[in-house]
């Protein structure tokens, strides 16, 4: 069963789904209500929950006042959902000011406006004397509101946590507390989509980074200690080889290269060096081919060794990597998991003493992601399914009248009984992803001509999101380098790297086979 992400800076708690952490308590529906405060001090077992149900409180002694729809829809509006403070110009009304002084502590909604009455921890107008600073702090500095009753998860922008007072910032530092203290460190928003990785990917955690290439390189260096050594394979995305053929270096650590297929060679590399870590795509960028995951993890282990996963082109829908054995799995977010080409992340799951290992060197580097980016991730996983299903569709489809078709001498794709790993993939897949590589009938610029005609996907250097994407990874990605060096690493001028948005598959398909015949 996946454990909550959050589990570990909060296992002293014992919660009930809506602590009031030291706030009045909030119904989550329905007016008419006085209700008494609870008494400070909550604790809390996220491992039960999940910190996906925290909810804030507004601050006390805050009338505010509700617009004539918001009275209509009382029963489904949360007191943290107003917005509308009964200050005006350069003082508090008379409303606002009986509220101060009220020293009842209790909740009042009439259906008229809202009341919070009688806290000393939300005494605005004792230290605020002007619209200026109440617009500023007012709804924040003395407690945060988050919505109850929101179907949709509040985005929590803030770059640090505070404490009511300095026993309980002594309690945080010797663990009777839990915060995450500063953004750094955690969000409320982030954990929500951690949580839903964790939950795909049946890990015990995940952590979210700012970018794949951030949570591949950090990573890297948590767990392979300085002078180590590391597995990878041929084919893989050029700046993670890039990274651990120049920066891993400097750490004393190095790394064998190996065919993805290479079993022996694989044997080999473990019986000659003392390996900390196989790291390898699956499939892999831009040849899509497939590792054998549980054989792969048996010999590691077998030596003492680590396996990590980049499953981006899989997506956790098609694979599950943890449950083949794997223990790791890392994902660019930014692709099909966020599924909409407007956000960067990347994520990384496994274990609980893995991933607080990679935790604690990514609190140190930083790389956070973006409580915004979050947001995006949770509102672009609910699609998931759908968008992978539709992608796995097309591409299949696409990938079968590619290879009948003249104009094109090569298509890599695991769903093809043409492929390498094709049986492979068939065991440890239950879909073969949206992306297909093919390489057209022609030179350099025959190829740029066949993308130029195209007038659905957009040329762009990424995949997976809802638009379709085309490059020439000769040019995208290697145009630096000489032909020569290209050839190398299997890039041919002719090479094509597709990925299937969810576009409808009859316009896609009229639209390549119509840019294929103009070459």
């Known amino acids: 069963m996946a454990v909550s992400s959050c589990a570990r800076a909060f296992s002293s708690f014992e919660c009930r789904s809506d602590p009031d952490f030291s706030r009045p308590e909030i119904p989550s529906a329905g007016c008419g209500f006085s209700v ?38 009382c029963s489904n509006i949360g007191v943290a959902q107003v917005v509308a403070a009964s200050w005006s110009e350069n003082q508090a009304t008379p409303a606002a000011k009986a509220a101060v002084d009220a020293a009842d502590e209790e909740i009042i909604c009439n259906g008229d406006n809202v009341q919070l009455n009688g806290s000393p921890y939300s005494n605005y107008a004792s230290f605020l004397s002007s619209d200026g600073s109440i617009a500023i702090h007012a709804g924040e500095r003395l407690g945060r509101g988050i919505a109850t009753d929101a179907i949709t998860t509040p985005v929590v922008n803030t770059s640090a946590y505070f404490f009511k007072k300095t026993a309980d910032l002594i309690d945080f530092k010797e663990k009777r507390l839990a915060s995450f203290e500063y953004g750094r460190y955690g969000n409320y928003t982030t954990i ?31 767990l392979i200690p300085a002078g180590g050594h ?14 651990i053929e120049t920066f891993l270096p400097k750490m004393g650590i190095t790394a064998t290269v190996i065919d993805p297929a290479d079993i022996v060679g694989l044997e080999s590399a473990l019986e000659k060096n003392n390996v900390t870590l196989f790291f390898t795509e699956s499939p892999t960028n831009p040849f899509l081919r ?65 991933i607080s290992t990679v935790r604690v060197l990514h609190n140190i580097i930083g790389g956070a992601l973006n409580p915004n980016a979050a947001y995006l991730i ?3 996983m609910k699609t998931l399914h759908l968008r992978i299903q539709q992608q796995n569709s097309t591409a299949q489809r696409m990938a079968e009248i ?23 993939a068939k065991r440890q897949m239950s879909g073969f992803g949206g992306v297909v590589s093919f390489e057209v009938d022609g030179d350099l610029l025959t190829t740029s ?31 630096d380098l000489s032909q020569k060096e290209r050839a190398k690493y299997g890039i041919m001028d002719n090479l094509v790297r597709f990925s299937f948005g969810v576009e409808d598959f009859e316009d896609l398909k009229t639209d390549i086979l119509q ?5």
């Open 230 to 243: 590391l597995i990878t394979t041929t084919d893989c995305y050029r700046k993670t080889r890039i990274f």
């Open 402 to 424: 590619l290879e009948a078709h003249p104009k094109i001498t090569r298509v890599y794709y695991p769903g093809l009984v043409s492929h390498p790993e094709h049986n492979l």
């Open 515 to 519: 840019a294929l015949e103009k070459i």
């Open 36 to 73: 008494k405060a609870k008494s400070p001090s909550p604790r809390c077992s996220v491992a039960a929950r999940g910190l996906s149900s925290l909810i804030f409180k507004s601050p006390p002694n805050f009338v505010r006042q509700l617009s004539n729809k918001a009275r209509r829809n």
């Open 192 to 222: 929500v989509a951690e949580e839903k990785i964790s939950a795909l990917e049946g890990a015990e955690s995940t952590i979210l980074m700012a970018s794949g290439m951030c949570a591949s390189t950090v990573m890297l260096m948590a």
């Open 290 to 354: 497939c590792v054998d995951i549980e054989l792969v993890s048996k010999l590691c282990h077998d030596k003492g060794a680590l396996v990590c996963i980049d499953g981006t082109f899989a997506t956790p829908l098609n694979q599950k990597s943890l449950k083949l054995g794997a223990d790791i799995v890392l994902h660019s977010a930014t692709k099909f998991i966020a599924g909409h080409n407007d956000v960067l992340a990347g994520s990384i799951s496994g274990s609980e003493k893995l």
């Open 378 to 380: 949770i509102r672009g």
């Open 449 to 479: 001509k066949f993308i130029d005609a195209l007038r659905i996907p957009y040329i762009a250097p990424s995949f997976g999101g809802c638009e379709s994407i085309v490059d020439q990874p000769a040019i995208m990605s290697y145009w």
